[in-house]
């Protein structure tokens, strides 16, 4: 049995460690792994995306029940799964990835698993299962009724894991009315556990029913009948669920029925194809807050060797540059190792932004100077973006725009947690509550204009699957080199949105997470400064609609925009060169692979 594997789907209202641990002991002795996976219901007729808060509580509630018990093979699943009905993402996810055991846990006594009728899920579910309704604290006293058929294996190696549990003595039960005893003992293989067993005669569900009374938990095989009759679940089953307030255990070994699952196969493929579900499914279960990742030294368990860099892009930020780099480096270095190395990358500052950096320890680069012999160089943000991939070493690399007034640890430990603790993801967006601030004037939640009148709406228009994120345009980011290195980026202010829409085509919505970083505070741009940057920001959706259809929507020219100049007795029009140009995946660029991939080994294509 090498990789046996479980699958534990689990939500917030769930017996956690019991259930996480009744699974370890569920285990062949050869070993294996238990994979615990987030799940969120959401009722009809509200959106999936309002299961974006109980999806991060049902994802700190499995990270602390993995990281709080290293004693226990588990594993967490990267993504919650949110549906109206679970079972269909489960049984997805067994069609993908293949387990040998499903633990269910039952909530209710309405005969329903996952959201679905409990035989669905047995019918469907493509490996053994085992339901547990009502997990005890206590399972001293538990009953097993046998009587032999296909469930009798997977009902003794439950009876084992009890008694590991518990170290005491399991009651098995025969009822001669169903297979008389005789019959029911000749199946029994040696058994690894302490037990008795007791012979009744009479209505299986009747001496069931009387003799749990006197027991803590009972264990049952289900009977599966023919799809015509009127329960797929088998009477005694029923009968106990129904009647029994005890916790129940239900059996079903897996027998194959191809038929049935390619059915529910194609329900599942046909619950997901809507485009605004999908949008909204990914931003409850790819949307975190930074407090998931507050506690720093697991994230430094977390990093296995891998170094992180990060880089504070600079241009006249005298005002905030000091603060920021000593609140980053002490916290993140000095206190706890986590940055292997922080630098600034300055577009050739005209204040003292770069001495003020030096004088902090910090290593300065001026993008202007970088691979400038090679290259050339370019005015903008996103060049100092792009060549920052060529000065840093991480394989994980944050950006952190330098003009944060109330500059904070999350604004860092928010973009990295997610990458560190899931290997599915590529790169996450930052996004937080900002307010309009302007000289001793504060208007909360007025920040963030050319976001919500220009990107948002174009990405609803042309690039819906990104309309979920809630700041596409923040400057807080972080992404893996691997990923990174194998995106063109553009030049100027588009640098953003061109790096979320070539993600989007490389590497799919999954790969891109957000997380709340709360309040960020700074000083706000003028309306002219904005409507520059909106004119550069839709030059790159232009660029990538061009792509899309194949066809010239902009020139190869350099762009200019009409700016008007008014004041007192003065109404002009000024023209201003505003060019977003394309830079290639920087793994392209010769003099990076020489430095990182030296004699071609192992560079992204």
Same mark, same amino acid.
């Not at 903008?380 to 973006?385: F, I, N, Q, R, S």
């Not at 944060?404 to 947690?417: A, C, D, E, I, S």
């Not at 030059?539 to 700016?563: D, N």
């Given at each position: 049995? +090498?990789?046996?594997?479980?699958?534990?789907?689990?939500?917030?209202? #769930?017996?956690?460690?019991?259930?996480?641990?009744?699974?370890?002991?569920?285990?062949?002795?050869?070993?294996? *792994?238990?994979?615990?996976?987030?799940?969120?219901?959401?009722?009809?007729?509200?959106?999936?995306?309002?299961?974006?808060?109980?999806?991060?509580?049902?994802?700190?509630?499995?990270?602390?029940?993995?990281?709080?018990?290293? @004693?226990?093979?588990?594993?967490?699943?990267?993504?919650? *799964?949110?549906?109206?009905?679970?079972?269909?993402?489960?049984?997805?996810?067994?069609?993908?990835?293949?387990?040998?055991?499903?633990?269910?846990?039952?909530?209710?006594?309405?005969?329903?698993?996952?959201?679905?009728?409990?035989? %669905?899920?047995? &019918?469907?579910?493509?490996?053994?299962?085992?339901?547990?309704?009502?997990?005890?604290?206590?399972?001293? &006293?538990?009953?097993?009724?046998?009587?032999?058929?296909?469930?009798?294996?997977?009902?003794?190696?439950?009876?084992?894991?009890?008694?590991?549990?518990?170290?005491?003595?399991?009651?098995?039960?025969?009822?001669?009315?169903?297979?008389?005893?005789?019959?029911?003992?000749?199946?029994?293989?040696?058994?690894?556990? !302490?037990?008795?067993?007791?012979?009744?005669?009479?209505?299986?569900?009747?001496?069931?029913?009387?003799?749990?009374?006197?027991?803590? +938990?009972?264990?049952?095989?289900? =009977?599966? *009948?023919?799809?015509?009759?009127?329960?797929?679940?088998?009477?005694?089953?029923? #009968?106990?669920?129904? #009647?029994?307030?005890?916790?129940?255990?239900?059996?079903?070994?897996? !027998?194959?029925?191809?038929?049935?699952?390619?059915?529910?196969?194609?329900?599942?493929?046909?619950?997901? $194809?809507?485009? $605004?579900?999908?949008?909204?499914?990914?931003?409850?279960?790819?949307?975190?807050?930074?407090?998931?990742?507050?506690?720093?030294?697991? /994230?430094?368990?977390?990093? !296995?060797?891998?170094?992180?860099?990060?880089?504070?892009? =600079?241009?006249?930020?005298?005002?905030?540059?000091?603060?920021?780099?000593?609140?980053?480096?002490?916290?993140?270095?000095?206190?706890?190792?986590?940055?292997?190395?922080?630098?600034?990358?300055?577009?050739?500052?005209?204040?003292?932004?770069?001495?003020?950096?030096? $004088?902090?320890?910090v290593p300065v680069h001026v993008h %202007?100077?970088?691979?400038?012999?090679?290259?050339? $160089?370019?005015?903008?943000?996103?060049?100092?973006?792009?060549?920052?991939?060529?000065?840093?070493q991480g394989d994980i690399v944050a950006?952190?725009? +330098?003009?944060?007034?109330?500059?904070?640890?999350?604004?860092?430990?928010?973009?990295?947690?997610?990458?560190?603790?899931?290997?599915?993801?590529?790169?996450?967006?930052?996004?937080?509550?900002?307010?309009?601030?302007?000289?001793?004037?504060?208007?909360?939640?007025?920040?963030?204009?050319?976001?919500?009148?220009?990107?948002?709406?174009?990405?609803?228009?042309?690039?819906?699957? /990104?309309?979920?994120?809630?700041?596409?345009?923040?400057?807080?980011?972080?992404?893996?080199?691997?990923?990174?290195?194998?995106?063109?980026?553009? =030049?100027?202010y588009g640098v953003e949105a061109g790096?979320? /829409?070539?993600?989007?085509?490389?590497?799919?919505?999954?790969?891109?997470? %957000?997380? @709340?970083?709360?309040?960020? =505070?700074?000083?706000? !741009?003028?309306?002219?400064?904005?409507?520059?940057?909106?004119?550069?920001? %839709?030059?790159?959706?232009?660029?990538?609609?061009?792509?899309?259809?194949?066809?010239?929507?902009?020139?190869?020219?350099?762009?200019?925009?009409?700016?008007?100049?008014?004041?007192?007795?003065?109404?002009?029009?000024?023209?201003?060169?505003?060019?977003?140009?394309?830079?290639?995946?920087?793994?392209?660029?010769?003099?990076?692979? #020489?430095?990182?991939?030296?004699?071609?080994?192992?560079? +992204?294509?």
């Open positions: 049995m +090498a990789g046996y594997r479980i699958l534990l789907p689990l939500s917030k209202e #769930d017996a956690l460690v019991d259930l996480a641990t009744l699974a370890s002991n569920l285990l062949p002795a050869t070993g294996g *792994r238990v994979e615990v996976m987030g799940v969120v219901a959401v009722p009809e007729g509200h959106s999936l995306s309002e299961a974006a808060v109980p999806s991060q509580e049902v994802r700190e509630a499995l990270t602390a029940l993995v990281r709080d018990h290293p @004693d226990l093979p588990l594993r967490m699943k990267p993504c919650v *799964r949110v549906a109206r009905v679970p079972l269909y993402e489960i049984v997805r996810e067994l069609q993908d990835e293949p387990a040998q055991l499903l633990l269910v846990p039952l909530h209710k006594t309405e005969m329903t698993a996952l959201g679905a009728p409990l035989e %669905q899920l047995l &019918r469907h579910a493509p490996c053994d299962v085992i339901l547990v309704r009502g997990v005890a604290r206590r399972y001293d &006293r538990v009953l097993v009724p046998i009587r032999g058929g296909p469930h009798l294996p997977l009902t003794l190696r439950l009876a084992s894991a009890l008694y590991r549990i518990t170290g005491e003595s399991i009651t098995l039960l025969t009822v001669s009315d169903e297979a008389g005893p005789a019959a029911a003992l000749d199946h029994l293989p040696q058994l690894d556990f !302490q037990s008795r067993v007791v012979t009744e005669q009479g209505d299986a569900s009747a001496v069931i029913r009387r003799m749990s009374a006197d027991y803590h +938990a009972v264990v049952l095989g289900s =009977t599966l *009948r023919r799809r015509m009759q009127r329960t797929a679940v088998g009477k005694v089953p029923q #009968d106990i669920l129904r #009647d029994t307030p005890l916790p129940v255990f239900l059996v079903r070994s897996f !027998q194959p029925a191809p038929t049935e699952i390619g059915h529910v196969g194609k329900k599942t493929a046909a619950s997901i $194809s809507s485009l $605004s579900d999908r949008v909204d499914r990914w931003f409850a279960s790819n949307t975190f807050h930074w407090s998931e990742f507050e506690r720093v030294e697991h /994230l430094l368990q977390r990093k !296995q060797g891998r170094k992180i860099s990060l880089v504070l892009p =600079t241009l006249n930020e005298e005002a905030t540059i000091g603060a920021m780099i000593s609140t980053l480096r002490k916290a993140l270095m000095l206190d706890c190792p986590l940055l292997d190395e922080l630098i600034v990358m300055d577009s050739d500052s005209s204040d003292g932004t770069r001495e003020i950096a030096a $004088s902090l320890g %202007q100077h970088v691979l400038s012999a090679e290259v050339g $160089s370019h005015a903008g943000k996103g060049e100092a973006l792009w060549k920052s991939l060529y000065v840093t950006w952190v725009d +330098a003009d944060v007034v109330n500059v904070h640890p999350r604004f860092v430990l928010g973009l990295l947690g997610p990458l560190l603790c899931w290997d599915r993801l590529q790169y996450v967006k930052g996004f937080y509550r900002r307010p309009l601030r302007s000289g001793d004037r504060t208007q909360l939640g007025g920040g963030g204009r050319v976001t919500e009148l220009v990107a948002r709406p174009l990405m609803n228009l042309f690039f819906a699957e /990104l309309s979920g994120l809630v700041q596409p345009l923040s400057g807080e980011y972080a992404g893996r080199r691997a990923a990174l290195e194998q995106l063109p980026f553009f =030049t100027g790096l979320l /829409l070539d993600l989007l085509d490389k590497f799919g919505l999954y790969a891109i997470a %957000q997380c @709340d970083l709360e309040m960020r =505070t700074q000083d706000s !741009q003028s309306l002219t400064d904005l409507s520059r940057m909106a004119f550069a920001i %839709q030059q790159v959706f232009m660029s990538r609609l061009s792509k899309r259809f194949a066809m010239p929507l902009l020139g190869s020219e350099p762009h200019t925009m009409k700016i008007i100049q008014q004041g007192p007795g003065r109404l002009s029009l000024e023209e201003a060169e505003i060019t977003e140009y394309e830079r290639p995946p920087m793994c392209t660029v010769p003099a990076y692979r #020489d430095k990182f991939y030296p004699k071609g080994a192992g560079a +992204a294509s």
